[in-house]
């Protein structure tokens, strides 16, 4: 298996709690935010499904510019919201599977413009996004709970469902 | 249940030991905010306490050593006692000796080691076997994570400002 075929072994496995969650919430709760610094239920849950598909910018191309525009998701149903994880997904996986071992040793930046905010390797960057997707998809399981909405099982068991 | 014998620092270890230091640096700012008088808040009556949260972030990172040097969990085996912390300092001590623990592991395991297979049970059900590389990522390092940005939601509902994890929050970084 090469590496980036183990990042999407892992990625589609990391996809399934994703899916669970965002399968479960309604419209109607679209605009709610639990704090007025917070984003909405619609900008993270929307974000969370945007994600998988990082994978594909971070391999393929040497750099994300914000300067350049990019395309944000505007869910306006739940199934707006799979549609696009399921694209995103797709496309994440797709390039993660292809990419030679050497490309992950590559140099990659998130820049706008002239003002670099990161410079790394492919391969870090792809970790650290696996990282910080666990970190939104784990805020969404609160927003979940607080909407009594029940949470599904990620790692092990929720209160609301699971048993070990 | 043990595995083979301690060797030198491997290259999968390398890479864990990095990114260990990264996550505890972020993992450590978080916990540093929690307020011991906000412990046994909770945001839905289903929810874990503040508290519990917290600590059950710090005392993942001790998973390390069970994902290590044990080829088996075996929950029907184990005597677990929750730890629960009555100071903010208790629960940064705590946090900080099970970082320096998972280090010490993490540098004495070889690339072989990481290769061999791990299993979670119950008694006689399984849940699943993999190998020890995939444990810690998914079931340490990315189940850590899972908590922290839950703990990060908890700080936000007490106006506990939210540190710089990935990017900026809307307290603090800037891009």
Redo the contacts between chains.
Sequence with gaps: MTIGQTFAR?LE??SKSGRAMLERIPAETFDWQ??E??MSMKRLAGLVADMYGWFQFIVDEPELD?AKGYEQPDPKTTEDLLTWLDKKLAVGLKSLSEAPDERFEDEWKLR?GDEV?MTTTKGEMC??T???L??????L???L??K?IPVPQ??GPS??EGS? | MTTSTATSTGRIAAAFLGELENEAKVTRTVLERVPADKFDYKPHEKSMTFGRLASHIAEMFGWTKETLKSDVLDFSAMDYKPFEPTSTEELLAFFDDHIAKAKAILAETSDETFMTDWTMRNGEQVYFTMPKVAVMRSFVMNHIIHHRGQLSVYLRLNDIPVPAMYGPSADEGAM
């Design positions: 892992d496995n990391e639990p704090h610094r917070s914000f706008r905010f970790r650290q696996f990282g910080h666990a970190h939104h998809r784990g805020q399981s609160v927003y709970r607080l009594d990620i790692y209160a609301d070990m």
